[in-house]
């Protein structure tokens, strides 16, 4: 059974810094793919970025290129999105997906995943 549990949401200020973890079960990193999306108030969800373990590629939507990083930790089943330079416009709930085409998966299109967490959410606000 695939499990996906998000944390590490929080209130920051803007130009400050959060890292989100995403703890998983249920199937293989090696042959999955993994990804962060987000979902601000009266917006359509939207992906911002995804790894794809078997390629050692990452993808980022262009919004976030430079100010996020995603990693993950093999052995704690662990991975991460590490958010700087905050900005309002990142308010959002953020949630993990994972989904064994690793070849769709990399559009960052929300309706190609089909296992999602619960969600974290995210507020940038001074």
């Known amino acids: 059974q695939v499990q996906l549990v998000e944390s590490g949401g929080n209130l920051v200020q803007p130009g400050g810094s959060l890292r989100l973890s995403c703890a998983f079960s249920g199937f293989n990193l090696d042959y999955w793919a993994i990804g962060w999306f987000r979902q601000a108030p009266g917006k359509e969800r939207e992906g911002v970025s995804c790894?794809?373990?078997?390629?050692?590629?990452?993808y980022y939507a262009d919004s976030v290129k430079g100010r996020f990083t995603i990693s993950k930790d093999n052995t704690q089943n662990t991975v991460y999105l590490q958010m700087n330079v905050l900005q309002p416009e990142d308010t959002a709930i953020y949630y993990c997906?994972?989904?064994?085409?690793?070849?769709?998966?990399?559009?960052?299109?929300?309706?190609?995943?089909?296992?999602w967490g619960q969600g974290t959410q995210v507020t940038v606000s001074s």
């Open positions: 790894l794809i373990s078997s390629e050692g590629a990452t």
């Open positions: 997906a994972a989904d064994p085409d690793q070849i769709r998966s990399r559009l960052l299109r929300p309706l190609d995943w089909d296992y």
